[in-house]
């Protein structure tokens, strides 16, 4: 593959990542793998190109009001914690089963998230304690609906638990933990699409930092794949970042629960054919 091609297949997965806030990895390593790249280097590339996807977001997302970095922080520990789990237990767990358990709870996510498609905003009367003590709310400026929206963050914990299992699934299985982690704010942490979004694609994105040096070590970034990739996915992310707050909560439902199919997809046909 020539380096055009690369810039122009990844710019599609950057600009899915950054509005759906699932950094465009779980995108993006098929259509490698489909093209010929082995699937170590392609995953390798993919891990390297979401730290472009949120970078190329971050920014415009965080300055605009977007991103929670209370929230961002609160469970990037719990995520890394579920990582490095899930390192471990690949080394001593098959992980074929697995992929049916995950895949289960993106098929609930799926039945959640499609009852949830014609809300616009989430309403929380009431926060539970911890999420009250740590302030998980935040608000910002909604150019669809012309008008600043205010909301409140509850479950803290469970959203924590759920995001050590959102960890795990990345560390395993090697895709992007994205969908999880959208999934696990929207539904039980009650966050709005946008800033769920966007909060996924911050938190992704240091996740991805920590990863990358592995795969660095390992030799398995080769610079001639993964420069135009980042290239391609940070163009995506960018005209992203220009397009999520234009658009309605249920558009971008509509895209998560496209991309949410066949992420269920992609890993049931990684299970079986394991």
Do not use: C, H
Not at 69 to 86: D, H, K, Q, S
Request: hydrophobic share 55%; net charge positive; proline share 3%.
């Amino acid at each position: 593959m020539d380096i055009l091609t690369l810039m122009l297949i990844s710019i599609p997965s950057g600009l899915l990542g950054a509005i759906a806030g699932l950094g465009g990895g779980i995108v993006l390593t098929p259509i490698l793998v489909t093209l010929g790249v082995p699937i170590k280097y392609a995953i390798a590339s993919s891990m390297v190109a979401v730290i472009g996807t949120s970078s190329g977001s971050a920014a415009a997302y965080v300055r605009g009001g977007l991103t929670n970095l209370r929230v961002a922080m609160f469970l990037e520990m719990f995520t890394i914690a579920g990582a490095v789990t899930g390192a471990i237990l690949t080394v001593y767990v098959s992980s074929k089963p697995l992929y049916f358990v995950f895949a289960s709870f993106l098929i609930a996510s799926l039945i959640f998230m499609r009852k949830r498609i014609l809300t616009e905003l989430p309403i929380v009367k009431k926060q539970d304690r911890l999420s009250s003590w740590l302030k998980l709310e935040g608000s910002y400026f909604d150019e669809k609906l012309g008008r600043v929206v205010e909301y409140k963050i509850t479950n803290a914990l469970w959203g924590g638990v759920g995001m050590i299992f959102a960890g795990i699934a990345g560390g395993m299985l090697g895709i992007g933990a994205g969908i999880f982690k959208v999934s696990i704010l929207e539904l039980i942490m009650k966050m709005p699409s946008k800033p769920s979004s966007t909060t996924s694609n911050f938190v992704i994105g240091m996740t991805a930092l920590a990863g990358a040096g592995v795969y660095l070590f390992s030799g398995l970034i080769q610079t001639y794949l993964v420069a135009p990739v980042i290239a391609g996915m940070l163009i995506g992310s960018m005209l992203g970042a220009r397009i999520l707050n234009k658009l309605s909560s249920k558009t971008i439902r509509i895209i998560f629960v496209a991309v949410l199919l066949y992420s269920v997809f992609l890993i049931m046909y990684k299970g079986l054919t394991l």
